[in-house]
């Protein structure tokens, strides 16, 4: 009896050492199992209970008892704050820590560009107008009165989705001068920011997709000098108080007079020229009312568009167009 008294205290105090030594709840089971186990330890001297001398056993087995019901609350007990643990976030949150910086992302510069337009139109009163990229002949060239054999409609040009409608990636953002004209009567103020597509091969200056902005302006006895007024404001509001503009005779399928509007500005002089061409617009083409079911007795309008990478190009010296759609943050980081 002697020794398996003797041999109790040490083994129930390894069992709790056992216990409060396991980091995580593998580690506990594991140490159970060598205590509480079939092949256990404690389990082992159970079974030597039998073995003693008859009257040596009821001491003896309440000494057991009184044991395994120690070893077994201390198991239950790290269990549960094992268990705890391990529902625990692995870093716990120190309140009292000083606030992480978060560096705040910026608006792509094309995106600041845009902006900048729509402010300046908004300030005149023009809305926004949307229009899909996905169009047709209709809105993109028919409507426009660009005639059937125009290069512009060349499969070269142009990217077409399938047969037989022949819907196509739009090309310009005029096609919504159509769709917003079809739609409502007049009179119309509106800009229209979108991406547009042509099949140009990648390099400095082109890119299969870009983004222009549309004006369109429709009114009783609108004139070139409204159009001329209205894109030396914004083209002074987008590229400083110094620039000047002028006009050039071109020719659109949709405008008639139709220009090419040229800028001068310290910026274009920085790049060795006297004029930089930027835009194209002029008089909504009588055609084009009677396309939508306006009466060109009685409206008048003008309309133009140009490129906002250009824009953005000329504004910020960039020399490639490409670095837009890279999303390299060194780039976008210095705007
Ligand atoms: N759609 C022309 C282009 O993509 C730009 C343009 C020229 C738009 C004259 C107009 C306009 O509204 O009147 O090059």
């Known amino acids: 009896m002697a020794t398996l008294i003797d041999e109790l205290d040490p083994l129930k105090r390894a069992a709790l050492d056992a216990f409060q030594a396991a980091d995580a709840l593998p580690a506990l089971d594991q140490a159970k199992g060598q205590f509480l186990g079939p092949e256990g330890r404690f389990t082992g001297l159970m079974k030597r209970l039998g073995s003693l001398p008859k009257e040596e056993r009821p001491?003896?087995?309440k000494a057991i008892n009184a044991a395994k019901v120690e070893i077994e609350t201390a198991l239950t007990a790290r269990r549960e704050a094992l268990e705890l643990l391990a529902a625990r976030p692995a870093h716990a949150t120190d309140f009292t820590a000083p606030g992480?910086?978060?560096?705040?992302?910026?608006?792509?510069p094309l995106t600041q560009v845009t902006d900048d337009i729509v402010r300046a139109f908004r300030?005149?009163?023009f809305a926004v107008a949307d229009g899909p990229e996905i169009e047709d002949e209709h809105h993109c060239f028919d409507a426009l009165n660009t005639p059937q054999d125009h290069p512009a409609r060349d499969a070269q040009d142009t990217f077409y989705l399938g047969t037989p409608q022949r819907p196509l990636l739009r090309t310009h953002t005029s096609s919504v001068q159509i769709r917003v004209m079809?739609?409502?009567p007049p009179p119309v103020r509106i800009i229209v920011p979108g991406r547009v597509y042509r099949r140009d091969n990648a390099d400095a200056t082109h890119n299969p997709t870009f983004h222009q902005v549309e004006g369109l302006y429709v009114d009783r006895g609108v004139t070139v000098?409204?159009?001329?007024?209205?894109?030396?404001f914004v083209f002074r509001e987008l590229m400083g108080t110094d620039t000047k503009i002028r006009f050039r005779p071109h020719y659109f399928s949709y405008t008639e007079p139709s220009f090419e509007i040229d800028f001068s500005n310290a910026l274009v002089r920085k790049l060795g020229k006297d004029w930089l061409e930027i835009a194209g617009c002029g008089m909504v083409h009588p055609q084009v009312f009677e396309n939508v079911?306006?009466?060109?007795?009685?409206?008048?309008?003008?309309a133009f568009g140009f490129g906002i990478e250009r824009i953005a190009m000329i504004r910020y010296g960039i020399s490639d167009i490409r670095l837009f759609y890279e999303n390299d943050v060194r780039f976008l980081n210095q705007f």
Do not use: C
């Open 123 to 125: 300030a005149l009163g």
């Open 59 to 61: 001491a003896a087995g």
């Open 225 to 232: 000098g409204d159009l001329k007024g209205t894109v030396e």
């Open 182 to 184: 079809s739609q409502q």
């Open 100 to 108: 992480r910086h978060r560096r705040l992302g910026r608006l792509h």
């Open 293 to 302: 079911g306006y009466d060109p007795e009685v409206w008048t309008g003008w």
